[in-house]
């Protein structure tokens, strides 16, 4: 096909000296001010930023506080009167995509029993060489046993020490809480205990470690507690009784 003429740059004749040459510079000298002021120019951004303020983090010197919902270290929670939110699921380990999380469950039994109902985390592992911190594991978890912390300084010398345990994971023990194991509150059952109905210790769980481990730490905390919820539940209750005969 013949190609338009319209379409076809015509070709330089031989020898012509005016031909574009691929070693033509097409940057053009600088000449008089432009000159002098060019080696200036380069620092533009230099000199402007030197007086905006300063955003640099002097980390570890200054601590800047994460965001509320930071994905950091993992947690496991437990009840207000200390029993652990774990049931041994294994829900976590199993949606997790990195297959950070190791979990063993085992039965609660009357001597034993470390969470409310059947089963808890005998053992709890997170790799944290393999965790990225996606969070999946947090929203699998069906008793809101499993959260995550701001904490976020997770180095170590060793691979091993990487690898978390259940009680590096477990959440310190609040006040008043009683350590596991023990038995439930007189009269709940797991929902209860889903559902916010326990709010502490009871004189009947402090009894029990009393008399099964008398020197536990957290026992004496526990037992003024428990002495103090019970007392405010029998006021509450004599002032509802009360108002009801009145009424």
Known sequence: MAESSKDVTPRPEAGDVTAPSV??????PRTGIAEVVAPIAGFGVTFSNLFRPVVTEQYPFERVPTQPRYHGRHQLNRYADGLEKCIG????AWVCPADAIYVEGADNTPDEQFSPG?????????????CIFCALCIEACPTRALTMTNEFELAGPT??????EKHDLLAPMGEGMLAAPHPMAPSTTDTDYYL??????????????????????????ASRTASTIAATTASTTAATTAAGETR
Do not use: F, K, M
């Open 23 to 28: 070693y033509t510079s097409l940057i053009e």
């Open 196 to 221: 916010g109905a326990v709010t502490g210790t009871t004189p009947e769980q402090t009894a029990w470690v009393a008399e099964h481990r008398p020197e536990d730490p957290t026992l004496p905390a």
């Open 118 to 130: 059947e089963r808890y985390g005998r053992v709890y592992q997170i790799n944290y060489l393999r």
């Open 89 to 92: 699921c294994e829900l976590c």
């Open 159 to 164: 691979r091993a020490g990487l690898i978390y």
